[in-house]
Nanobody
């Protein structure tokens, strides 16, 4: 499985910006759907944004208009540019990659690779 390493987390004030990076150990552009997830202790993990092999992006509602997911195929790196950050964006952010889809066409993230996470803390 591809190895993923996140970086770029930190502490910012509300309204600030951060760019998360996810370095992959192998080529990610051809077959992988890549995504960013976040989790707060005691709560379920939620998908924040994803980009499929064709470059089509999707976002959770609260991220639309504030976050941008992108990938640099030459650098095997996935990014999440986050702007207008809010305290409720505070979480551990994880990068994930999967090549597996269900019969219904949904990407199966639990069958893929995950990074160890990077903490984002937004203060009010």
């Amino acid at each position: 499985q591809v190895q993923l390493v996140e970086s770029g987390g930190g502490s910012v004030q509300a309204g600030g910006s951060l760019r998360l990076s996810c370095a992959a150990s192998e080529l990610i552009y051809s077959n992988y759907c890549m995504g960013w997830f976040r989790q707060v202790p005691g709560k379920e993990r939620e998908g924040v944004a994803a980009i499929d092999p064709d470059g089509i992006t999707s976002y959770i509602g609260s991220a639309k208009g504030r976050f941008t997911i992108a990938k640099d195929n030459a650098k095997n790196t996935l990014y999440l540019q986050m702007a207008s950050l809010k305290p409720e964006d505070t979480a551990m952010y994880y990068c994930a990659a999967t090549q597996t889809r269900s019969n219904g066409g949904n990407w199966l993230w639990d069958s893929g690779s995950w990074g160890r996470g990077t903490q984002v803390t937004v203060s009010s």
